[in-house]
């Protein structure tokens, strides 16, 4: 193998390094949604299971760690975001049904990321020998 393909190598192992960094930066954001899927499953449940009472207390996140304890009345209709900006009225059932499949795709979408990241770390550690391998035989070569 030659410099250049040593100069080769390492550029790809330095992009195999920016993909593993977004791999992890978009796995923390998707651990983070199904977080906030499962806190809200929690509750639409705990609604359901509670079907006598008329009014539930909570606390209110408001932002920077300051929650307001609120008196939240029985919904006939849960408002969820389907993307894009887009809102729509569904019932319990409904609302309970569409965060059980969001909770499904974000798992199977961080199995794919994990997947992936478990692929290109094996890619990195491949190049990283090869390089090591490269600097070694040149080294050799050079002091011959």
């Not at 790809?12 to 993909?19: A, G, T």
């Not at 199904?34 to 609604?47: Q, S, T």
């Not at 009472?53 to 849960?78: D, F």
């Not at 979408?109 to 992936?116: I, K, S, V």
Request: charge should be negative; hydrophobic fraction near 40%.
């Amino acid at each position: 193998m030659s410099r250049e393909e040593l100069a080769a190598l390492v550029y790809e192992q330095r992009r195999i390094l920016d993909l593993i960094e977004a791999l992890y930066n978009e796995l923390a954001t998707l651990e983070r949604s199904l977080m906030e899927n499962r806190n809200a499953l929690d509750i639409l449940r705990k609604y359901k299971s509670d079907a006598e009472a008329s009014e539930h207390e909570t606390l209110l996140p408001i932002g920077g760690g300051v929650y307001l304890p609120v008196v939240i009345t029985r919904p006939s209709k849960i408002v969820v975001s389907v993307g894009a900006g887009i809102y729509l009225e569904k019932d319990l059932e409904a609302a309970l049904e569409y965060v059980n499949k969001s909770i499904e795709n974000l798992q199977k979408l961080m199995q794919d990321r994990t997947n992936l990241l478990n692929q290109l770390r094996n890619r990195y550690e491949e190049i990283t020998a090869k390089i090591t391998e490269l600097q070694f035989k040149m080294q050799k070569t050079s002091e011959r």
